[in-house]
Nanobody
Framework: QVQLVESGGGLVQAGASLRLSCAAS????????LGWFRQAPGQERESVAA????????AYADSVKGRFTVSRDNAKNTVYLQMNSLKPEDTAVYYC?????????????????WGQGTQVTVSS
């Protein structure tokens, strides 16, 4: 059974940092690109960051460039999202997703395996 499980969300103040993790099981992890997406109440799910299957390529939404960093540990079947200088507008449910053989794009319709999400709330 293919599964992605996010963790690390929480309630923080503006300016703080959080690191999200996404642990994968039931798939050959190093064949998948991984992406992070988020969805705020009443809004569409939007892309945040992505990383290729090898980790050599990354991509970021303009809104998080310079603040967020995506990385992966293929030995641990885990992808991470380090979030620094958090802002209230970063508040959302954060999802990780997997794309077999992908290069790590920000196009959510290319991802076919999704986690359940973890809530991140940033207070002002």
């Amino acid at each position: 059974q293919v599964q992605l499980v996010e963790s690390g969300g929480g309630l923080v103040q503006a300016g703080a940092s959080l690191r999200l993790s996404c642990a994968a099981s039931g798939l050959t992890f190093n064949r998948y690109a991984l992406g992070w997406f988020r969805q705020a109440p009443g809004q569409e799910r939007e892309s945040v960051a992505a990383i290729s299957w090898s980790g050599a390529g990354t991509a970021y939404a303009d809104s998080v460039k310079g603040r967020f960093t995506v990385s992966r540990d293929n030995a641990k079947n885990t992808v991470y999202l380090q979030m620094n200088s958090l802002k209230p507008e970063d508040t959302a449910v954060y999802y990780c997703a997997a794309d077999l053989g992908g290069l790590g794009t920000l196009k959510k319709n290319e991802y076919n395996v999704w986690g359940q999400g973890t809530q991140v709330t940033v207070s002002s």
